[in-house]
């Protein structure tokens, strides 16, 4: 007798531009820029070539509309899971490196040196974040 093959394959897919790309988004839920309405054809067409009959998506504005091209491309409805959401980075959202690391150097210090272990300041740590995508 043989086993069926039941492997599956997992595509991740980031979400498109948007205005606060090079700052720490986090929680933070900005729609998509000018620039990643533009990049959605781009990534539907990159996709193209994959068979896969699910779209997951976060809560978050940015995921949700990079998820809905992609669904939309498919004919497939989007499944929203808030536990893929990104990861809390507290008081640092919003926030540039350099303004980080001028405004809580301690912190960020840490936060490099501990990492994944550590938390931003006022964070979700890394290890819960991983425990609630995996959940």
């Not at 536990?83 to 980080?100: N, P, V």
Request: glycine content about 8%.
């Amino acid at each position: 007798m043989s086993v069926p093959d039941i492997r599956s394959t997992v595509l991740l897919v980031r979400h498109a531009h948007t205005d606060m790309a090079g700052q720490f988004c986090g929680h933070s839920d900005p729609d998509l820029s000018q620039l990643g309405q533009q990049q959605l054809q781009e990534i539907v067409h990159r996709i193209g070539k994959w068979l896969f009959t699910k779209v997951y998506s976060s809560s978050l504005m940015r995921a949700r509309r990079t998820a809905e091209a992609v669904a939309a491309s498919r004919c497939l409805e989007i499944n929203i899971r808030s536990g893929l959401d990104e990861i809390s980075f507290g008081a640092w959202e919003g926030k540039s490196w350099a303004e980080i690391e001028a405004l809580y150097p301690v912190d960020a210090a840490l936060w490099l040196n501990d990492h994944p272990a550590g938390a931003a300041t006022g964070g979700e740590p890394f290890l819960d974040f991983q425990q609630r995508v995996l959940n």
